[in-house]
């Protein structure tokens, strides 16, 4: 009977998270709308749907797919990581840049030959070690 109840708040759980999603990603697609200063209607029209799904959408009612939120976001002129996170794209491009350098050279290392590791490993070890060594001592 424990693993039921366990099971059961787990999926209330599960739900509530889904539920604060639809919020926040709705409350977000408002904002966007009124500083376009769009209409519930008018972005019914360009969508296709009723201006009472854009009512329920914006309020965290209404449930869609993945497809109909890229649509959204490109009518709204909105990155889609944004509106499903919150996090501004500007602010994604710096790490991702970070993160294309490391892979780079990290594809780098794995293309040098052994003996060219190993010059590079020895290389690392005579300018850090000593400094890891002052430090282990404090």
């Given at each position: ?13 599960k ?49 869609f ?56 490993l ?17």
């Amino acid at each position: 009977m424990k693993n039921t109840n366990k099971n059961i708040k787990e999926i209330k759980l599960k739900t509530e998270n889904k539920s604060k999603l639809y919020d926040l990603i709705g409350s977000r697609i408002k904002s966007k709308r009124i500083e376009l200063n769009m209409t519930e209607e008018e972005l019914a029209k360009k969508l296709d749907v009723s201006e009472k799904d854009i009512e329920k959408i914006e309020n965290g009612r209404q449930k869609f797919t993945v497809d109909f939120l890229a649509k959204m976001a490109y009518i709204l002129d909105i990155n889609k990581v944004y509106l499903l996170t919150g996090v501004d794209d500007e602010i994604l491009k710096d790490d991702i840049q970070l993160l294309d350098s490391y892979i780079e050279f990290f594809k780098m290392l794995q293309s040098l030959s052994e003996k060219n590791k190993e010059r590079l490993l020895d290389m690392f070890n005579k300018q850090f070690t000593p400094n890891v060594k002052k430090i282990s001592k404090k």
